[in-house]
């Protein structure tokens, strides 16, 4: 009998990241329902609107993630998350569907919208942000999203966005880590280094930022001092008071 090939084990920061959600049904589902003549017509009229939408900006372990699924069921809300996002933006057929709709058809639209929405902040069009702008966009336009993680509330039409920044002191992360990961004191130290070290490249190079300031934010929570459930019915309450009746229908 031969013996089972070893799989490779995961990594430290693929560990944390892994979603528990089915991410690739989720893209292929985006890309079979995304209509490429409806999408030119709105591109050309600028009929593009997206529905209200919360994003959550994090610190690595602070539990986001989690308050976002519960803020979600109260709303009839859909959670797109940091793994999600990447996973429509760079392996589905998005390029070609949605990036290639705007380009081919409409040359220098996409960066025209994006300049319309974005107006003076700097933004680097490459192509990897290309891919994440447009996937964000477009999931936003089609069905009721809450985001996390990505930096997406910088990316989104901000009148339309609730951006919410959780925040909690580094005993409290490393002692999330150890719990959900299973992992030792020392392990969840490491991740949460290696974690952060990546998300702050992230920042850097997509969004041109060092620091989360205070004021592009809605609402921040120290998660050390605000219980789960209590936090979730104040973000709900905030975000039906911003957007009252328009958050269940797209604004014409």
Not at 48 to 53: G, K, Q
Not at 54 to 75: D, H, Y
Not at 162 to 172: E, K, N, T
């Amino acid at each position: 009998m031969t013996a089972r090939k070893k799989q490779p084990a995961e990594s430290d920061l693929s560990r944390y990241w892994n979603s528990k959600l089915r991410i690739r049904q989720l893209a292929d589902d985006y890309v079979a329902r995304l209509n490429k003549e409806e999408l030119r017509e709105k591109v050309r009229k600028y009929d593009l609107e997206i529905f209200p939408t919360i994003c959550f900006s994090r610190q690595i372990g602070v539990g986001a993630l989690e308050l976002a699924e519960v803020t979600a069921k109260k709303l009839g809300y859909r959670v797109i998350d940091r793994e999600m996002i990447e996973t429509i933006s760079q392996t589905t057929e998005l390029s070609r569907v949605s990036i290639a709709t705007f380009d081919e058809r409409y040359p220098g639209k996409l960066r025209e919208l994006l300049g319309r929405i974005l107006g003076d902040r700097p933004f680097d069009m490459d192509e990897y942000t290309r891919h994440l702008f447009t996937a964000a966009f477009f999931l936003a336009h089609m069905d009721k999203t809450i985001f996390v993680g990505r930096g997406l509330h910088l990316m989104l039409p901000r009148h339309r966005v609730l951006a919410v920044r959780c925040i909690g002191s580094s005993r409290f992360r490393i002692k999330n880590l150890v719990s959900s990961l299973k992992v030792t004191e020392r392990k969840a130290r490491t991740i949460l280094s290696q974690a952060e070290a990546e998300q702050k490249e992230f920042f850097k190079k997509v969004h041109g930022k060092e620091t989360a300031p205070p004021q592009e934010f809605d609402l921040i929570l120290n998660m050390d001092y605000v219980n789960q459930a209590v936090a979730a019915e104040a973000i709900v309450m905030l975000f039906k008071s911003r957007f009252d009746d328009k958050n269940r229908t797209r604004r014409k």
